[in-house]
């Protein structure tokens, strides 16, 4: 038994040693917005009271310690910039920077979460085998050593996350980078919406540069200061943030207590999105629905198979070589399910 011991302990050890030959640093995070002491009053030269606005300003808030930010006013003046050098219309300037955005900042964040995703998948079995080798070595030693099972339950915990951060470290793919373009991507949205609700409000004065919003839209919201009273635009919204809510919900097939409850507080924000959509000016809800438009053709063309060859992305149990036909059938079992579901109490009475 004693030799035995010994023998799953160095299996152990020797997991642990190959883990720790490889100690990558973590990428550091560069500074995407200057400091607001070092913008030039000159180039950002808005009153905050003209930022606020007399909806969302009054009484102070959050709204307006973001209204006169450093990146926010950065993002005024690279719309207005943009459209100015390019002489697109506003509406065309919104669609065509959102989809440069999201293709420049968020597709290769996106690309590089699956990447950490596919390893931390090809790693599960590898840990699942040292904690059946780690478990079976710590019962050994709890035996001989007279330990209570308290500790050793709390010695095995801690040497499996001791091991498996080593395994992280190894592969370069910890779970936290896996949210990074969470850290991006929420921020810049923030940091969007606040600016083309400043813009819109200034362009309320014909004579700004910003005036343009007044006319620049198309089809029914040709005024981009105004909210969309049709819903058609806060509606698209809820719809295109709802699919792409199943579309991952339909690719987990067994989810945890929290991913599910994260799944249905995501579907629920969706609603809440749609009258607020409805309230806010038509720039912020088409950039709305311009970056979820966008974020729902990156999800489906990521599922290609000839897409994830081309970025060289791992194959994990989850891909499949028809995807978008499996999608259409999870969508058409889902519908038939509830359907079903629906109409079993009426067969009962």
Known sequence: MGG?????WGTVRVVARRASQFNNPAPRLLTLFPDHRHCSGRAFSVSAPSHAGPSLG???GLYSSLADTAPVLLAE???AATQASLGLPWWATITCSTIALRSCVTLPLTVYQMHVIAKLSALQQEIAELARLLRRDVSVTARQRGWPESTARFEF????KRLVSELYVRDNCHPVKASLIMWVQIPLWIILTVS??????????ESSKYGGLLEGGMLWFSN???PDTTWILPISLGLINLLIVEMFALQRKDMSR???FATNFIRLLSLVMVPVAAAVPSAVSLYWVSSSAVGLAQNLALRAPRVRSLLHLPRSPMDSETPYRDLARSFRSRIMDRGGSAETPKTRR
């Open 157 to 160: 915990r801690k040497e499996l």
């Open 58 to 60: 009054a009484g102070g």
């Open 77 to 79: 003046h690279l719309l």
């Open 224 to 226: 981009l200061t105004a």
């Open 196 to 205: 083309l609700q400043n813009i819109s409000w200034l362009a309320q004065d």
């Open 4 to 8: 035995h011991h010994r023998c799953v």
């Open 258 to 260: 929290m991913q599910r």
